[in-house]
């Protein structure tokens, strides 16, 4: 298994070593001990999905506010493009989105860790995906955002037609109900001023106490970042 960090370091993409001959091919697409060693994490994966979607279909980028989820991305039937938006505020990659392809020819997959929103477009005739996950699905605490969203700046023009169910629950980045970053134990609601207050006090070196995932509006803080 081969490890690379993306620009966003703490999201990598994993290459199986693939066994092959005129039988067919052989590979662990997953192993828990090699996983911690290669990444130095200790993840548990709670749940495994899989879906189906078709050409153009656009999925995500969604999020959990509470019980946040790190997910372990691959294809094993034609290809997606796989973007990443980092949430947490007091990261410096705030507001990056990076895009991997995957597909069941390259075989790669993708760690997306807590405190990132996920989704991804299929740009081939269909595509199925199985993702681990590393703590449940949470219909209450889900939340989602646009991908024309202009601060985050995805280029989905050639993507083709976009295919999805965009309603009132989509908001943009700087519209965001919920960031993965707040003080700790301040109160009242978390707004753009203050994630970017957040990440130039973070520039300056300001070092605070564990950040607190928290809604905005809505009661104690949630989950450490």
Request: contains cysteine; proline residues 5%.
């Amino acid at each position: 298994m081969k490890v690379t960090p993306t620009s966003i370091p703490e999201v990598l993409v994993f290459e199986p070593a693939v066994f092959g001959d005129d039988r067919g091919f052989f590979y662990e697409s997953y192993n828990a001990r090699q996983f911690s060693q290669m990444t130095g994490l200790s993840v548990n994966f709670v749940q495994d999905n899989h879906s189906r979607s078709a050409k153009n279909v656009l999925r995500g980028l969604h999020y959990q506010i509470r019980q946040p989820q790190g997910k372990l991305v691959r294809v094993i039937s034609g290809a997606i493009f796989d973007v990443v938006v980092d949430i947490r505020a007091s990261s410096p990659f705030f507001g990056r989105w990076i895009g991997v392809e995957l597909s069941a020819e390259n075989r790669r997959q993708l760690w997306v860790p807590p405190g990132f929103a996920h989704g991804f477009v299929v740009t081939s005739e269909s595509a199925e995906c199985l993702y681990k996950t590393t703590d449940y699905w949470s219909p209450e605490h889900e939340r989602s955002i646009l991908w024309s969203d202009p601060a985050l700046a995805i280029d989905t023009e050639k993507l083709g037609v976009i295919k999805t169910d965009l309603g009132e629950a989509w908001k943009s980045l700087t519209g965001l109900p919920f960031v993965y970053a707040t003080w700790s134990g301040r109160d009242g609601a978390v707004d753009h001023e203050q994630v970017v207050a957040l990440q130039e006090a973070r520039r300056q070196g300001v070092q605070d106490a564990p950040l607190i995932a928290r809604e905005v509006g809505g009661g104690d803080a949630a989950a450490e970042a």
